[in-house]
Nanobody
Framework: VQLQASGGGLVQAGDSLRLSCAAS????????MGWFRRAPGKEREFVAA????????VYADSVKGRFTISRENAKKTVYLQLNSLKPEDTAVYYC?????????????????WGQGTQVTVSS
């Protein structure tokens, strides 16, 4: 599956953004989808993941209660709603896919990656 992330931008602290990740291929509904991010000078880290059916999701502690992951299988799209943004959320955000019924949260478990979209939060 090929992935295309979009929706990043420059916002102020406290603002919201919605990231989208559009997938190509016929079997999108068989994939666990995840979002990761890489802040300047830091390693890529897990943000959120959602099961193929959308009924299970997992979040990093740093974004729990502020970010929401969702998906529309008919549109082959996964979303990440970012609310109450903080300067420390500044990063390149990547979507990723893994064909599994599990919800996976580590980088090696994903085998398809999008190109990333920049989110910059000013204070």
């Amino acid at each position: 599956v090929q992935l295309q992330a979009s929706g990043g931008g420059l916002v102020q602290a406290g603002d919201s953004l919605r990231l989208s990740c559009a997938a190509s291929g016929r079997t999108f509904s068989n994939y666990c989808m995840g979002w990761f991010r890489r802040a300047p000078g830091k390693e890529r880290e897990f943000v959120a993941a959602i099961s193929w059916s959308g009924d299970r999701s997992v979040y990093a502690d740093s974004v729990k209660g502020r970010f929401t992951i969702s998906r529309e299988n008919a549109k082959k799209t996964v979303y990440l709603q970012l609310n109450s943004l903080k300067p420390e959320d500044t990063a390149v955000y990547y979507c990723a896919a893994r064909r599994t019924i599990m919800v996976v949260t580590t980088i090696p478990e994903y085998d398809s990656w999008g190109q990333g979209t920049q989110v910059t939060v000013s204070s």
